[in-house]
Each structure stands twice: as structure tokens, then as C-alpha cells.
């Protein structure tokens, strides 16, 4: 979840006209969102301070709240193919006391970017001159275990200046979800959205899983497939233009696609615009890298749009299965066993088909048809 500042928000819907295109030319990845975004590639580094409150004090040592925190770094090497290094930077001389209690922040779900940033700066204040945050991308505050007011771990997309004068574009603020729900994977969520990347759960009616299932962490974060779906990962820089094959004019096209969680293959994903802000996208899901306990394996087939904001579904797994339960229906629901196998074909109903025929070692095989 991330909050941002009005003035960024009509920046972002203004830029998102820029998307009246053709269809032929509307083969790109989804525009990002936010204003100062972290790096996507090389080095994104992120300080972490950690902070108590006066009527919550700090019951263990900030070591042992980092250990929460420490696999982030190399899940997103994993994810990135070695293309982002997160360079966390955790500061464990002590806890940071904050001058406000825990339950005077209004810390809860609907939390306003006001009293969000203000919980941030508070937190910078305890530090002072104490921490340098030169050459920090992002500002991770951590909250003392047990502060139970302090319950869950959003994002802000507010620039904030440390008593350094060191300006930090976002900041991701860990509440308890981290140490009773999410573990790491919540700061690889977090930081997605730090470098511009949409919640794919409703944020409001319908459960999480309703769009996505256990696909991709910006959805699910204990998701039984959480790695990034392929065109978030080209949004990124991590898929390549020359891994994506467009397809954007009428007839039968054949593709091989290798799969998204792992380096190597010549192409990632298999796009198919149908207007200037709705593709359908074809990616492999195995049970490789991030993902290697996927419950189920396949030929995923998803529809995003460029015109649906973050938390309303931008992002739309098509099930191969409707109406089945779903293999690890705990961990993702019903679109778990989403992806197609070989000999099932995908239907929009307006002329577009893609058709799984073949596997080949770990790559798929798919004939589109429009």
C-alpha cells in the first residue's frame, strides 16, 4: 500500500494521457507511478532507522528486529536477474524514541498521507544529525515489536528531508504485519511501490486474491507465485524490449516463451494490444526462483490496462479453470491453478486466441491468433 501527495497523483493521471496511442504502437510496459522514484536497476539503497515510542518501549534488540528484513536483498537480485542490488543499511546502535505515543499517530487503515508524513518526520527528528542519509534512495522506518498501534506497513511517495539535508524521495513505514504476517517479502512489496510499482489486491469490496490470486506479491505477498508479472518486470528494466514480442496486426503468429522467474531465453512475453491502454499478456510460470513453490506451473494469461489505477485492478489473471477451488486455495484462492497447458487455448470472445502447443524443456510454445 503507498500514499502520495495530491499534486503527484493529478501528475500521474495527467501522464497517463500521454497513452492515446494506436494500437500498434501501444506495446510498452504500464506507466509508473509516483513522482521520485527509486532506482530499478543497479545499486537502490535504503536506510533503516528504528524507533519506540513512550508508551510502547522496545522489548529485544534492533539486531533481532532486522532479522525480520535481511533476505529482501537477495530475493530481489533473484527476481531481477542480478539487476537491482538492494543495499540495506540498517542503523542497530539503538531504538529512536518518537515524541508522540503509538496511538497518537492515527496509524490505521486509511491512514491520510498528512498524518503519514508526519509520523515520518517525527521519526527523523528523533534521529537528528545522528544518522547520515547521503546517497539514501529510500528511508525504511521500523517500529518496535509488540507496538501494536503501529499495525501495518505502507509506503510513502512524499518527499521528506533528514536533518542532513539529505532529501528522500519514499518511505516505507514496517508495522507489526511484518513480523506477525509477512516477513521479508513485505519490504520487496514495499519497495515495489518505491520504484513505481501498483497494488494488484482491490482496496476496497472483494478479497485480495480477486484479480490475481497467489501471482506476483504486489498482489499477494505470501502468494504461492509471487514473483513480478513479466510487464512489471519490463517496467522495471529487468525484462528487455527484444524479450517481448508484439503482436499487433491480424493473422496466426507462433512464440516461444522461457520462463519469467529465471535469466536466459530469448523472449520473456507475448503481447497483444487491443487498444492504446488494454494488452493481453502471455508469460511462463514455473516453479523456479522466486516462485519455487508454485502449486502450479504453466502458460499464464493475463489483461492489463494502463487506464485503471493502483488497488482497482490494472492487472487481470484469466483462469483456465473458472470455478475450481484452486491448487493452495490458503495461499492465493481459486486462480492458483490459473496458467494454461499444452493443448488449452485462451478466448477473449472477440477474436483473439492464444493456444498452449507445445512444451519444450522448460519454454512453451504459443500460437495467437487475432
Known amino acids: 500500500m503507498y500514499r502520495m501527495q495530491r499534486s503527484v497523483l493529478t501528475g500521474l493521471l495527467a501522464a497517463v494521457s500521454i497513452f492515446d496511442l494506436t494500437v500498434a504502437q501501444a506495446c510498452r510496459p504500464l506507466p509508473r507511478l509516483g513522482g521520485s522514484r527509486a532506482p530499478t536497476t543497479g545499486v537502490l539503497r535504503a536506510a533503516a532507522i528504528f524507533v519506540d515510542f513512550p508508551d510502547f518501549a522496545a522489548q529485544s534488540s534492533t539486531t533481532d528486529h532486522w532479522n525480520t528484513f535481511t533476505n529482501a536483498s537477495e530475493l530481489f537480485k533473484t527476481m531481477s536477474f542480478g539487476k537491482l542490488d538492494l543495499q540495506m543499511k540498517p542503523q542497530l546502535e539503538k531504538f529512536y524514541r518518537m515524541p508522540g505515543n503509538s496511538s497518537s499517530y492515527n496509524y490505521k487503515r486509511g491512514l491520510t498521507t498528512e498524518d503519514h508524513l508526519r509520523y515520518v518526520n517525527d521519526a527523523l527528528k528523533a534521529v537528528g544529525t545522528a544518522v547520515s542519509f547521503t546517497g539514501i534512495n529510500v528511508l525504511y522506518v521500523v517500529a518496535a515489536k509488540g507496538a501494536t498501534e ?46 513505481g510499482l501498483p497494488d494488484l489486491y482491490p482496496y476496497s469490496g472483494g478479497t485480495t486474491t480477486q484479480w490475481v490470486g497467489g501471482f506476483d506479491m504486489m498482489g499477494l505477498i505470501s502468494g504461492q507465485s509471487p514473483d513480478y508479472f513479466g510487464i512489471l518486470k519490463w517496467q522495471l528494466g529487468w525484462v528487455t524490449n527484444t524479450q517481448v514480442d508484439c503482436v499487433n496486426t491480424t493473422g496466426t503468429s507462433t512464440h ?115
Not at 277 to 300: H, P
Not at 303 to 317: L, Q, T
Not at 329 to 344: E, M, R
Open 150 to 195: 503501529i499495525s501495518f506497513s505502507p509506503t510513502l511517495m512524499v518527499t521528506v528531508t533528514a536533518a542532513d539535508g539529505t532529501v528522500i524521495g519514499n518511505s516505507v513505514t514496517y508495522g507489526q504485519d511484518a513480523y506477525n504476517t509477512w516477513g521479508y517479502k513485505v519490504v520487496n512489496h514495499e519497495t515495489g511501490h518505491t520504484m
Open 256 to 370: 516461444r516463451i522461457s520462463p519469467i522467474e529465471v535469466q536466459g531465453g530469448t523472449k520473456k512475453l507475448v503481447m497483444v494490444p487491443l487498444s492504446s491502454t488494454q494488452s493481453v499478456i502471455a508469460e511462463v510460470r514455473s516453479n523456479q526462483g522466486a516462485d519455487k513453490d508454485a502449486c502450479a506451473t504453466g502458460v499464464l494469461i493475463y489483461e492489463a490496462r494502463s487506464d485503471i489505477a493502483s488497488g482497482n485492478g490494472p492487472i487481470r489473471v484469466m483462469d483456465s479453470k473458472p470455478g475450481s477451488a484452486g491448487c493452495s486455495p490458503s495461499i492465493g484462492g481459486g486462480l492458483n491453478d490459473a496458467p494454461y497447458q499444452v493443448g488449452s487455448t485462451y478466448s477473449n470472445g472477440s477474436g483473439l486466441s492464444i493456444t498452449v502447443k507445445s512444451k519444450e524443456g522448460e519454454d512453451y510454445v504459443v500460437e495467437v491468433r487475432r
